[in-house]
């Protein structure tokens, strides 16, 4: 939405942002009926023309359809839904909306912004589905803008924001809160195709023909939106990239001018999104001088054989290895993203995925995901078409927000009642902390036939550890809260018990090190 307000602001138009809730894994309640009157009284305040929802399939497409329901109804306004869920599944969104954008909405926005405030016609828009006389009128994509840099800066700390959280509503950008600056250098510039993943139907369907689809901004302009947001926000002490592939399938000499103008201009830490087989000595060497602070890599599975035959990765363990190493040697912070309860070769993931993470070397973090089974991808249609899910299932649709958001941790995945997946992922949980002795970790899987028969002790060890680990931080409940989404539920309505029951836990923590010790 930052995108696109800024591309309506560019055109003549006046975006007014309005941002509902923080995207808080693991204590995500909803949105609260008081959060809905809120929003839906803001918006009879503003009096917009038209109203624009951005979508993702798992944790957002309900409920925006629900809160654009309630607009439809309250307000009669008309509202624009994209993102990626509505990319996947027009036909869906249009049901809950009156205007549907299929891919990229730059210039599709401009328009129908246009069209709406002169009273023109709105059917024939590329990009976007609607209803004319009853009949859904599918408009094809737009061949792809090939000048990002012809697009202003993203929205950011603009002064019409509006933010709904905790029940209150405060006139500010959260983002512009923090220490924090997000943004991205390209679209759409990931070779690989990875059966899980939402972004290649993307590139390889929607797109096709229409277009180069990997697209780098120049550095200039990455540069200036830095320096542009620093001015608004001087408290920025860290700049997050999004790109898919930080610099992969980027023009000749982009990287070495990013990293020159960058350690000038900016000089912040940064972070960025990798690949183990783009992460190469060189690459990384130049990164690291202009200040890469960290790097997450996604690796999604520890076994090979998962790997090529379930998720369409090529890579083998040793380039996985090899990029853990560079990483390492070049002192950048290392996050490794593994997906746990992958239902095809589910033993042979568990396993290899543990073995992996006792071979990279330490320190690093793992981020252990629930397998999202997105529309449009080939795992999704895979699991529909064997039997495994109903198509209604597809991005876990048939199960509460709450519970969809907590399916993110390790602790609570589908299958986290049966014994094994107790074991196994708190084996691999407790294998991603750098305190925990590797030894032990040995220990405990040859065990395994044994600790099987009871992961209970395995499961309280990682609990501690997480808990440990999250010790200090209000801002997160204990994990055990986590497992039920319930607790979890309950207390983030309840902040002041969360804080208590955080206390607490640190508390026992420290006790349990004590008597440890
Ligand atoms: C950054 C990011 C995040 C950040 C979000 C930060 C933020 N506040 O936006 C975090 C880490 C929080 C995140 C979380 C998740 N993400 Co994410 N994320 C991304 C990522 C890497 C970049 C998104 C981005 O900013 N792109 C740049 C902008 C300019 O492009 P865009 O978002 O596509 O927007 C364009 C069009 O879609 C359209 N558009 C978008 N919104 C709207 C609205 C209107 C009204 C209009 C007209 C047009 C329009 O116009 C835009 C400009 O052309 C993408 C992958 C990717 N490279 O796109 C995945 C991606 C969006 N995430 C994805 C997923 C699945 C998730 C999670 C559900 C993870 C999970 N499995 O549990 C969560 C859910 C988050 C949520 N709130 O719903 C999927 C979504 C697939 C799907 N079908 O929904 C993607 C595509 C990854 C993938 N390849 O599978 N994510
Ligand atoms: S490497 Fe990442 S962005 Fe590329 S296809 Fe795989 S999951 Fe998608």
Redo the contacts with the bound molecule.
Sequence with gaps: ?R??GSVLRAAGHEPLFVFLKE?RLGRFSGVTPREEELLLALLRDLKPDLV?????????ADLAFHLADRIRESSGLPV?????????APEECLEHADFV?V????E??VDLADALSRGEPTAGIANLWSRVNGEIRRNDVRPLAQDLDAYPPIAYGEAESYYIEDERLRKVDPAALGDMY?T?AS??CCPFGCTF???VWLRRGLYAGKGKVCRYRSVDKVVEEIERARRVNPNIRLVRF???IFGVGAPRGWLDEFCERYTKKVGLPFEI?SHPAAITEDRIRKLRSAGLAAAWVGVESGSGKVRREVLNRRETDEVVLRAADILHRHGVEAGYEFILDIPWLAEENRRGTFELIMRLPRPFQVHL??L?L???TVLAERAVSEGLIKREQI?LRDRPLVDRFAS?FWQHHLEIRSRRAAFWHSLIYLAGMPSVPRSLLWMAYRLRSLLLLCPRALMLAAEIAGARNAAGETKYFPPLARVYPGVAGYLSRHPALARASNWLVRRLVRLARRVFA
Excluded: K, N, Y
């Design positions: 939405m995108q696109i995207f624009g929802i951005s979508l993702t399939s798992s944790f957002t624009v839904v994209g993102g990626p869920h509505a990319s996947a954008c891919g990229e909405g730059d599709a926005i997000q991205t679209r759409m993943c939402a972004a999004w790109d898919e999104w995901h629930s999202s997105l529309p449009r991005g993110h």
